[in-house]
């Protein structure tokens, strides 16, 4: 494991990682545990570049069909998005080749996943290996070409020198970017909750983020910033949601103004959601405050499925 008294020297981060939170993110959560698939995390390498590597060999994104020049089977496009947890991806991967998980697959035989999906199987890899990780929900302006602010999650992990440190497992292969998809840039990718202040300041225009399925077809807005800030503060606390799972706050009409007394702990949230704020008040502010925490049940708006109630696992 990193050492996490080891103050980092960037002076972006300002403060060491706490035993408790370094305890708490190099341990799995219910969706990043491999369960009875652990064995087949035997054999993984312990260097974050390379488990990102691999990610990117067992993954295909649904959107990434043309990119490699594969028509997605109708089937796995539907539903394997909608597996959250490691241990059944893991399952679907081995059912459809058994090599190593260091082998890459072929795009036929890889899970048809979101960024979610790169991102809590490159979590599961590194809390595997002793490093604390943690998922983070905003917007990466890297995807589209016009600069857009595309929903989207990154992982991100501790390093001994630098503190936290933005990787992307989806970007590391096969996007053309400019910077080191180990070491995301934070104003190339921006989590929810500084969008989230920058637009209450006035400093951004909300219509330049949100869900990006084509310059014809985003959705934009406040909600859209609000929405993500609430699911970055559940992945904080190691509740990785599916990115169309809705509950609480994040259950308004679409289009629906974000004011008032929502409006004020959104703010709080965002403020405990600061790459280099404490776990302390990220964890209270969750627990306590209904609209914000995950219930047992959720609903999952599937894209392709319908809406469904879905009981989570604790």
């Known amino acids: ?5 080891t103050p980092p020297s960037s002076p972006h981060m300002r403060r060491r990682l706490s035993p408790e939170a370094a305890a708490f993110y190099a341990s799995h959560s219910a969706c990043s545990d491999p369960g009875d698939r652990a064995p087949l995390f035997a054999a993984l390498p312990a260097e974050p570049r390379q488990l990102a590597l691999i990610v990117r060999g067992l993954v295909i994104h649904r959107g990434e069909g043309a990119m490699f020049d594969h028509a997605i089977d109708e089937r796995r496009l539907h539903h394997d998005a909608e597996t959250r947890y490691a241990d059944a991806i893991l399952a679907l991967l081995a059912d459809r080749d058994p090599a190593p998980l260091a082998a890459e697959r072929t795009p036929s035989e890889r899970f048809v996943g979101t960024c979610r999906d790169f991102t809590v199987l490159f979590c599961a890899f590194l809390r595997h290996a002793g490093v604390p990780a943690r998922a983070r929900v905003g917007f990466a302006d890297y995807f589209s070409p016009d600069g857009f602010g595309a929903d989207h999650w990154v992982a991100e992990y501790w390093t001994a020198d630098r503190g936290w440190r933005l990787g992307d497992a989806q970007a590391i292969q096969g996007w053309q970017i400019d910077f080191d998809a180990m070491d995301v840039p934070r104003d190339r990718f921006r989590v929810a909750g500084d969008v989230w202040r920058a637009y209450r300041a006035g400093e951004v225009d909300p219509n330049r983020f949100g869900v990006d399925l084509g310059p014809d077809a985003r959705i934009t807005g406040p909600l859209e910033i609000a929405v993500d800030v609430v699911k970055d503060l559940a992945a904080l606390n190691k509740v990785e949601a599916l990115p169309w799972d809705g509950w609480g706050a994040t259950e ?63």
């Open 1 to 5: 494991m990193p050492d996490a008294a």
């Open 252 to 314: 308004l009409p679409l289009g629906a103004a974000v004011e008032g007394d929502l409006a004020a702990v959104l703010d709080r949230a965002a403020a405990a959601c600061a790459d280099d704020a404490p776990l302390d008040p990220a964890r209270r502010l969750f627990v306590n405050t209904p609209a914000l925490r995950t219930p047992p049940v959720i609903t999952s708006h599937t894209a392709f499925l319908g809406n469904r109630e879905v009981a989570l696992r604790s």
